[in-house]
C-alpha cells in the first residue's frame, strides 16, 4: 500500500490536527456574547411566562366561582328557590357555613356537610389557586379562598322591614340570620354580587366566608373582604367575581377603607371595593 506524507505543520497551522478535526475553542468573547444574549432572553421571557402562569390561574379561578354560582342557582331550584343558607346560628353556635360544618369554633369546617357538596362533590372547586394565606392562624378555616354575599343574599340580614322591626335577639336570628333571599327578590341579578375573591387580614391574610358589602345593615363601613388577589398587568390586582345571573368577571381595585377591625392595613393586602362607595351592588333590590 502507498504511504502518503501529510504536512503536519500545514495542518496544525490552520487549525487542524492529523485527524482532521477543529481545535479552534470559543474565545473568551464570543462566550461574553452568547451569555449576554441569553440573559436578555431570560428578561424577556421570564415576565411573559410569570403573566401566562397567573393568566391562568385567573380562569381556572374564574371558572371555580362559576362553578360554585351555578351549584347555589341549581340548589335554588331544588328548594322552593330559595339560595343556600350562608351561614346557620351565625350569633350563637356559629359553626355552620355555606361551605360546611366544624365540630367547634377553633376547627376547621367540613366540606361534606356543606348544601352545595351533593351537587359540587368535591371541595377542591372552592380553593383558589392563587391564594396564599396564613394557614397556623384564621376562624374561617377551609373556605378556600371564596366568599358568598351573606348579608343580602345568603341571608336576610340586610333586609330593611327586618331591621326596622322590634324583636327578641332569638327571633332576629332565626328570622333573618338563618332565612337566605329568593330567586325572585333579587332585581337585576346580572347586577348583584353572589360569590367573590375573599380574605381577611388578621393582620395576615387568612381565609375569610363571606363577601362583604361597604356598609352593613345598619350603614356601618365594614372590614372590606374583597380580595383582589390576581395580578394584571399594571394594574393594582383583579378580583374574580361571580354574579347571582351566574356570570363570571374580572374587577379591578378601585378604592378601600384605611383599616379593619383588626387594625390591618386594607390596602397592603389588596383588600377593598371596586364600584360605587354604597352597597348597589350587593343589596336586593
Known amino acids: 500500500m502507498r504511504m502518503i506524507r501529510l504536512n503536519n505543520k500545514a495542518f496544525t497551522r490552520r487549525g487542524y490536527n492529523l485527524r482532521g478535526f477543529n481545535l479552534r475553542g470559543f474565545t473568551l468573547v464570543e462566550l461574553l456574547v452568547v451569555i449576554s444574549i441569553i440573559a436578555m432572553l431570560m428578561t424577556l421571557l421570564v415576565p411573559i411566562l410569570v403573566g401566562v402562569r397567573d393568566s391562568g390561574r385567573q380562569v381556572v379561578c ?146 375569610y366566608s363571606f363577601v362583604e358589602p361597604p356598609r352593613d345593615a345598619w350603614g356601618n363601613e365594614t372590614s372590606p373582604s374583597m380580595h383582589f388577589r390576581h395580578k394584571s398587568g399594571k394594574q393594582a390586582g383583579s378580583a374574580n367575581v361571580a354574579w347571582v345571573d351566574g356570570h363570571v368577571t374580572g374587577e379591578q381595585f378601585e378604592w378601600t377603607y384605611r383599616v379593619n377591625v383588626y387594625g390591618a392595613d386594607n390596602a397592603a393586602s389588596r383588600l377593598g371595593f371596586f364600584g360605587p362607595r354604597d352597597n348597589r351592588f350587593f343589596e336586593r333590590k
Not at 367547634?104 to 356537610?113: L, V, W
Not at 322591626?165 to 337585576?188: D, H, L, T, W, Y
Open 62 to 207: 374564574a371558572s371555580n366561582l362559576r362553578q360554585i354560582a351555578m351549584s347555589a342557582l341549581l340548589y335554588s331550584g331544588d328548594n322552593d328557590s330559595y339560595f343556600p343558607p350562608a351561614h346557620t346560628d351565625f350569633y350563637t353556635a356559629n359553626n355552620h357555613r355555606w361551605h360546611g360544618t366544624r365540630p367547634a369554633n377553633d376547627r376547621a369546617f367540613d366540606f361534606r356537610s356543606s348544601s352545595l357538596n351533593r351537587i359540587l362533590k368535591t371541595d377542591r372547586i372552592k380553593e383558589c389557586p392563587s391564594f396564599v394565606f396564613d394557614e397556623s392562624a384564621g376562624f374561617e378555616r377551609s373556605c378556600g379562598g371564596y366568599g358568598y354575599n351573606s348579608t343580602f343574599v345568603g341571608s336576610s340580614i340586610g333586609d330593611p322591614a327586618l331591621n326596622a322591626a322590634s324583636m327578641p335577639f332569638e327571633e332576629f336570628e332565626k328570622r333573618a340570620g338563618n332565612v337566605p333571599a329568593r330567586q325572585a327578590q333579587i332585581a337585576r341579578p346580572a347586577e348583584k354580587i353572589f360569590f367573590a375573591d375573599c380574605a381577611i387580614a388578621f393582620p395576615s391574610l387568612i381565609e
